[in-house]
């Protein structure tokens, strides 16, 4: 986000992903779901967690992220 200069407002309209919820994902008070990475991958057009993708599921690619070493 910051090098872009992308707010958490902007990140959360162009992600569909709640604005609060990218606030807490920042302070590191929550852990995103897969789901949820995904969504600001897109947005960000940025690979932010190391994943590999599975099966598709309900016309979306299922993600398992690994935790960074």
């Not at 872009?4 to 407002?9: I, K, T, V």
């Not at 852990?31 to 057009?45: F, H, I, K, R």
């Not at 016309?59 to 690994?66: D, E, I, T």
Request: with cysteine; proline share 3%; hydrophobic share 40%.
């Amino acid at each position: 986000m910051e090098n872009r200069s992308l707010s958490a407002n902007a990140l959360a309209k162009a992600s569909g992903v709640n604005r609060q919820v990218i606030g807490n994902i920042l302070h590191g008070s929550v852990w995103p779901d897969s789901l949820t990475v995904m969504d600001l991958e897109d947005a960000l057009a940025a690979e932010i967690c190391k994943c590999r993708s599975s099966r598709r599921r309900s016309g979306r690619a299922k993600r398992m992220c690994r935790p960074a070493c």
